[in-house]
């Protein structure tokens, strides 16, 4: 990969907010899917989660709008989705309109957090407003009670983002070290990337000059044609 795209891509990993994310509850609609990961991308969430009954959308990333940028996590029940947010500390907000919601202004984000917006008609569950620790809303004053589910989530994360831009937590990654490495070769060396999902071959290293250090068998797999692999790996 060329210099100049090398230090965008770490430059974008000294962003990345790992413990801060949000968690679509069946919501449906691929335009709002696509502009919900289109925000986390901005405001440098580096993982979206989403909770699906497998029928409105196939759970991947490719059809959640998603990219190398931001990856995608699908959970089977918002039961499941919670105890993942809970083993990593994080609090677990769910947009609701009840008389025990809080500004969303008043909320820590600089805290590890989740955020739980439900789907588009109905909102969240209610097992989604039981699991989560507190309910928020955006105060409106109009003769509407919600914004689309998309807007809403902009408008939170937003706020997560001042507040946390302002307690210093954009200069540093906090990403794993595998995990930079991944973005780093994904999103550095795509057609790479796609002979070594097709083939199965491990991610090699690259180096802080944006260069692959890999052995000359690594090299050697990646340029055999796809025939020649497959013949040499079927048993």
Same mark, same amino acid.
């Given at each position: 990969m060329t210099a100049e795209r090398n230090a965008r891509i770490r430059?974008?990993?000294?962003?990345?907010?790992?413990?801060?994310?949000?968690? %679509? !509850? !069946?919501?449906?609609?691929?335009?709002?899917?696509?502009?919900? +990961?289109?925000?986390?991308?901005?405001?440098?969430?580096?993982? /979206?989660?989403? /909770?699906? *009954?497998?029928? =409105?959308?196939?759970?991947n990333g490719t059809s959640m709008g998603s990219? /190398?940028?931001?990856?995608?996590?699908?959970?089977?029940?918002? $039961?499941?989705? +919670?105890? @993942?947010? =809970?083993?990593?500390? %994080?609090?677990?907000?769910?947009? &609701?309109?009840s008389p025990k919601a809080v500004d969303f202004r008043a909320v820590d984000y600089t805290k590890p957090t989740?955020?739980?917006?439900?789907? $588009? =008609?109905?909102?969240?569950?209610?097992?989604?407003?039981?699991?989560?620790?507190? *309910?928020?809303?955006?105060?409106m004053v109009g003769m509407v009670q919600s914004l689309n589910v998309s807007v809403a989530a902009a408008v939170v994360l937003y706020e997560a983002q001042r507040q946390r831009e302002l307690a210093g937590m954009y200069k540093?990654? &906090?990403l794993p070290e595998e995990e930079q490495q991944r973005?780093?070769?994904?999103?550095?060396?795509?057609?790479? @990337?796609?002979i070594c999902l097709r083939k199965n071959i491990p991610y090699p290293y690259v180096n802080a000059d944006g260069e692959i250090e890999a052995d000359s068998e690594w090299w050697r797999q990646v340029q055999l044609s796809e025939a020649a692999f497959a013949a040499e790996n079927e048993n």
């Open positions: 430059a974008l990993l000294k962003t990345r907010q790992a413990d801060l994310t949000v968690c %679509m !509850e !069946e919501v449906s609609k691929p335009h709002n899917i696509a502009a919900m +990961v289109r925000t986390c991308d901005a405001v440098g969430i580096h993982e /979206v989660n989403g /909770v699906w *009954d497998g029928q =409105k959308i196939a759970r990219n /190398v940028w931001v990856k995608t996590r699908a959970h089977d029940s918002i $039961e499941h989705a +919670v105890k @993942h947010f =809970k083993s990593r500390n %994080m609090q677990v907000l769910v947009t &609701n309109l989740a955020i739980i917006m439900g789907q $588009e =008609k109905t909102g969240a569950t209610a097992e989604a407003i039981a699991l989560a620790d507190t *309910d928020i809303l955006i105060p540093t990654s &906090n973005v780093l070769f994904e999103g550095g060396f795509p057609q790479l @990337h796609d």
